[in-house]
């Protein structure tokens, strides 16, 4: 029998139905981890891969993040039979003189996302890691915290760090200056930019951290400690979770977009938040159907090595689309999602009936993220403003195409010399030598007009784009006018979808379209008119560019650019139907008129996201 390499899905097999099977689930995810717990079990080094940090500290990685699932089950009553080698761990982790010292921090650290678990972990387990500690131990422990807390943490999310370390040491009878988780706090709010959202830390962009960081973060807060903070904490994610279940499909998948991909089910933490937190932003019933049913998508999917220990990637295993912050130890930030282990089996999150996501009919409009979320038969679609990320490998197909969906992902590129042979999905690629290319990397104009997303763009200095994205459901419309003072051959792709063995997918190209039908997926480009002909082609990607699928197909349109002004205009479908070339495909929508869109401009709002961080939204 040839292997599957799903088998080895930990989640595989399990109905993710009910509070024992969540807390199955988090036993079965942790147990591949124990055959590489160090000898003296303060570290866990999962393969040779390197992130940016120190050896020491992705160990540390590997040892701290399960405690952010474990640490609940231990709060809700789950028996956990290897809280003895954390309690070890822990002591020698800490302990300068011990040959598996963690490291001193000195400035700027990973040690100290790491000690934020290890704080929670201290709150609702003290009785596990901190009763077990001998006096020399306790006082090892308390130095190396006390000695971290000093040193100034990243400006984002990394400042909530802080915070829970110093409310471990409230716990745990331990002085500290207050004055400095006050200031955190203080700073925290500042990334507030109205109607639930945040941005992470002085950036032009909002991702998943937003859910599984910032909110994550101030709903344990809420319900650890009470004061203006976490009244402000609470009202914020009510709000939130009206937007951000937009995010999710009726499968359960969520939307792909932004960085830190690689720690998957985290993207459930939210709503595993309002759980912890006893905090009814939606009904619980959709809380609890959000939630486990993203877990839900989650096992089937190839995502954990032969020996069942989670992989760097998404949808599998894939080195490629990983930041350089991502150790093996990374993707257990996953264990997030089991937060709502820590309350009770009579807690209404487990005791009402999942309900389904209601369905959209229109457009959702997402200001503050300037995303217009469109139904597309189960999909969910992001027409997405474009945002910025020019620090991180892949920033572009992360934050700035044109479009993502939960079903398709997106791709990032795999050979920056490879214009003839690049997926583009999403994407308006822009090429002078047939070799090189450039895509929107970051916008100079971001407007929002009713449903209609407006950027103005530049992949040269001299050479300007001007983009609308306007919804059609189950088409998006894109056009483009493009200024350029000399000649550019240029690229533009729909959706990737999985490319089938033995060339058994059905590809048609032909002038002005290109469509693709798969084993199950169909999808197209046509053009609406464009100032020049363009070519239809059907891309078989590189493998392993995109996130779920590890072979796809992307139809593109082609076209030589003359110097000065032109207009790029198309229309994109992507739909779970092989039918769908003898339905929707054969009725595309129209043009939009030019003084239309021009108009629409003129009275857009600027997205919340893009507005110079400090100003009013």
Same mark, same amino acid.
């Given at each position: 029998?040839?292997?599957?390499?799903?088998?080895?899905?930990?989640?595989?097999?399990?109905?993710?139905?009910?509070?024992?099977?969540?807390?199955?689930?988090?036993?079965?995810? #942790?147990?591949?981890?124990?055959?590489?717990?160090?000898?003296?079990?303060?570290?866990?080094?999962?393969?040779?891969?390197?992130?940016?940090?120190?050896?020491?500290?992705?160990?540390?990685?590997?040892?701290?993040?399960?405690?952010?699932?474990?640490?609940?089950?231990?709060?809700?009553?789950?028996?956990?039979?290897?809280?003895?080698?954390?309690?070890?761990?822990?002591?020698?982790?800490?302990?300068?003189?011990?040959?598996?010292?963690?490291?001193?921090?000195?400035?700027?650290?990973?040690?100290?996302?790491?000690?934020?678990?290890?704080?929670?972990?201290?709150?609702?387990?003290?009785?596990?890691?901190?009763?077990?500690?001998?006096?020399?131990?306790?006082?090892?422990?308390?130095?190396?915290?006390?000695?971290?807390?000093?040193?100034?943490?990243?400006?984002?999310?990394?400042?909530? #760090?802080?915070?829970?370390?110093?409310?471990?040491?409230?716990?745990?009878?331990?002085?500290?200056?207050?004055?400095?988780?006050?200031?955190?706090?203080?700073?925290?709010?500042?990334?507030?930019?109205?109607?639930?959202?945040?941005?992470?830390?002085?950036?032009?962009?909002?991702?998943?951290?937003?859910?599984?960081?910032?909110?994550?973060?101030?709903?344990?807060?809420?319900?650890?400690?009470?004061?203006?903070?976490?009244?402000?904490?609470?009202?914020?994610?009510?709000?939130?979770?009206?937007?951000?279940?937009?995010?999710?499909?009726?499968?359960?998948?969520?939307?792909?977009?932004?960085?830190?991909?690689?720690?998957?089910?985290?993207?459930?933490?939210?709503?595993?938040?309002?759980?912890?937190?006893?905090?009814?932003?939606?009904?619980?019933?959709?809380?609890?159907?959000?939630?486990?049913?993203?877990?839900?998508?989650?096992?089937?999917?190839?995502?954990?090595?032969?020996?069942?220990?989670?992989?760097?990637?998404?949808?599998?295993?894939?080195?490629?689309?990983?930041?350089?912050?991502?150790?093996?130890?990374?993707?257990?930030?996953?264990?997030?999602?089991?937060?709502?282990?820590?309350?009770?089996?009579?807690?209404?999150?487990?005791?009402?009936?999942?309900?389904?996501?209601?369905?959209?009919?229109?457009?959702?409009?997402?200001?503050?993220?300037?995303?217009?979320?469109?139904?597309?038969?189960?999909?969910?679609?992001?027409?997405?403003?474009?945002?910025?990320?020019?620090?991180?490998?892949?920033?572009?197909?992360?934050?700035?195409?044109?479009?993502?969906?939960?079903?398709?992902?997106?791709?990032?590129?795999?050979?920056?010399?490879?214009?003839?042979?690049?997926?583009?999905?999403?994407?308006?690629?822009?090429?002078?030598?047939?070799?090189?290319?450039?895509?929107?990397?970051?916008?100079?104009?971001?407007?929002?007009?009713?449903?209609?997303?407006?950027?103005?763009?530049?992949?040269?200095?001299?050479?300007?784009?001007?983009?609308?994205?306007?919804?059609?459901?189950?088409?998006?419309?894109?056009?483009?006018?493009?200024?350029?003072?000399?000649?550019?051959?240029?690229?533009?792709?729909?959706?990737?979808?999985?490319?089938?063995?033995?060339?058994?997918?059905?590809?048609?190209?032909?002038?002005?379209?290109?469509?693709?039908?798969?084993?199950?997926?169909?999808?197209?480009?046509?053009?609406?008119?464009?100032?020049?002909?363009?070519?239809?082609?059907?891309?078989?990607?590189?493998?392993?560019?995109?996130?779920?699928?590890?072979?796809?197909?992307?139809?593109?349109?082609?076209?030589?650019?003359?110097?000065?002004?032109?207009?790029?205009?198309?229309?994109?479908?992507?739909?779970?139907?092989?039918?769908?070339?003898?339905?929707?495909?054969?009725?595309?929508?129209?043009?939009?008129?030019?003084?239309?869109?021009?108009?629409?401009?003129?009275?857009?709002?600027?997205?919340?996201?893009?507005?110079?961080?400090?100003?009013?939204?």
């Amino acid at each position: 029998m040839t292997y599957d390499p799903a088998s080895a899905n930990p989640l595989a097999g399990n109905p993710l139905e009910t509070r024992s099977d969540m807390q199955r689930a988090l036993l079965d995810l #942790f147990d591949p981890l124990l055959p590489y717990f160090s000898e003296g079990n303060a570290r866990v080094r999962l393969d040779a891969a390197a992130a940016h940090f120190d050896r020491a500290a992705a160990d540390l990685e590997g040892f701290a993040r399960p405690l952010w699932g474990l640490a609940p089950f231990a709060a809700g009553g789950g028996n956990f039979a290897h809280w003895d080698r954390y309690a070890e761990g822990i002591a020698n982790g800490t302990d300068p003189g011990h040959p598996e010292y963690w490291g001193q921090v000195n400035g700027r650290d990973q040690r100290m996302v790491e000690l934020a678990a290890l704080g929670f972990a201290l709150v609702l387990a003290p009785e596990k890691l901190w009763e077990p500690l001998n006096g020399r131990e306790r006082d090892n422990l308390v130095s190396y915290l006390l000695h971290a807390r000093q040193f100034d943490y990243a400006d984002n999310n990394w400042k909530f #760090f802080r915070v829970f370390v110093d409310i471990a040491l409230d716990r745990l009878g331990i002085e500290h200056d207050r004055s400095l988780t006050k200031a955190y706090l203080t700073e925290l709010d500042g990334f507030y930019i109205g109607g639930g959202w945040y941005r992470d830390g002085n950036v032009r962009r909002v991702d998943h951290y937003i859910a599984f960081a910032m909110h994550f973060y101030g709903l344990i807060y809420a319900r650890l400690v009470e004061d203006d903070h976490a009244k402000r904490y609470r009202e914020r994610a009510v709000a939130f979770a009206q937007d951000f279940r937009h995010w999710f499909a009726e499968d359960g998948a969520t939307l792909p977009f932004g960085r830190s991909l690689t720690y998957r089910f985290a993207c459930a933490g939210f709503w595993a938040a309002l759980a912890f937190a006893d905090l009814e932003a939606l009904p619980w019933g959709e809380i609890k159907g959000l939630c486990l049913r993203h877990l839900r998508w989650w096992a089937d999917k190839p995502i954990a090595d032969r020996d069942g220990v989670l992989s760097i990637g998404y949808g599998y295993p894939n080195l490629l689309m990983s930041e350089n912050y991502n150790s093996a130890g990374s993707p257990y930030w996953a264990f997030k999602a089991f937060l709502p282990l820590a309350v009770s089996e009579n807690h209404p999150f487990w005791t009402s009936s999942e309900v389904p996501l209601p369905r959209l009919a229109e457009p959702v409009v997402l200001r503050h993220p300037g995303m217009v979320m469109i139904p597309v038969k189960g999909d969910v679609v992001a027409l997405s403003s474009g945002q910025e990320n020019r620090q991180m490998r892949f920033g572009s197909e992360k934050y700035a195409k044109f479009a993502y969906s939960a079903r398709y992902a997106f791709s990032v590129e795999s050979d920056e010399r490879a214009f003839a042979g690049g997926a583009f999905d999403s994407m308006l690629a822009f090429s002078d030598d047939g070799v090189h290319y450039r895509v929107r990397e970051a916008n100079k104009e971001v407007r929002l007009a009713h449903n209609v997303l407006f950027s103005k763009w530049s992949p040269w200095p001299d050479v300007v784009v001007e983009t609308w994205l306007v919804p059609a459901s189950p088409w998006h419309v894109r056009v483009h006018r493009i200024a350029t003072p000399r000649p550019l051959e240029t690229a533009e792709g729909g959706f990737a979808i999985p490319r089938r063995d033995f060339e058994a997918d059905a590809l048609t190209a032909a002038e002005g379209t290109a469509h693709a039908i798969g084993a199950e997926d169909f999808s197209g480009i046509r053009d609406l008119g464009s100032t020049v002909p363009r070519e239809g082609r059907i891309q078989k990607a590189p493998p392993n560019t995109n996130l779920i699928a590890a072979k796809t197909l992307v139809p593109q349109l082609r076209a030589k650019i003359p110097s000065g002004e032109t207009i790029l205009a198309c229309a994109v479908l992507a739909a779970r139907n092989t039918s769908a070339v003898a339905e929707d495909w054969s009725n595309p929508p129209a043009m939009p008129d030019m003084a239309v869109l021009d108009a629409l401009r003129a009275e857009g709002l600027t997205v919340s996201a893009m507005q110079a961080p400090g100003s009013a939204p």
